[in-house]
């Protein structure tokens, strides 16, 4: 019903800068939350940011508070994460995904749609 696609991982020296892209397209007949998620080899998916429908309202994981930027521009279908001062310990797929309904959450069970994921890779 709602597929998404990431863009924009890569290569990026610590300290450096990545602009990471989620576009959703299908059927989307009601408002519908954006959200990033991260997973590390080894470790567990890790929330990052999310985004109302309005994109007036965003929230953060701790650790990226300062760092990244979660955007979207009022009822579009893509959704962006700034992400600077990078560090390795960024290293990581990045997911994209969708809960319908306008409400932030940081639960990642409580999204219906998710991306591909796009690989984020920090040198030290």
């Keep these: 019903q709602v597929q998404l ?32 998620f991260r997973q590390a080899p080894g470790k567990e998916r890790e929330f990052v940011a999310a985004v109302s429908w309005s994109g007036g309202n965003a929230d953060y994981a701790d650790s990226m508070k300062g760092r990244f930027t979660i955007s979207r521009r009022y009822h579009e279908n893509t959704v962006y994460l700034q992400m600077n001062s990078l560090k390795p310990e960024d290293t990581a797929v990045y997911y994209c995904a ?26 030290s």
């Design 5 to 36: 696609v990431e863009s924009g991982g890569g290569l990026v020296q610590a300290g450096g800068s990545l602009r990471l892209s989620c576009t959703a397209s299908g059927r989307t007949f009601r408002s519908y939350a954006m959200g990033w």
């Design 98 to 123: 969708v809960k319908m309904g306008n409400d932030l959450t940081s639960r990642g069970y409580e999204y219906d749609y998710w991306g591909q994921g796009t690989q984020v890779t920090v040198s």
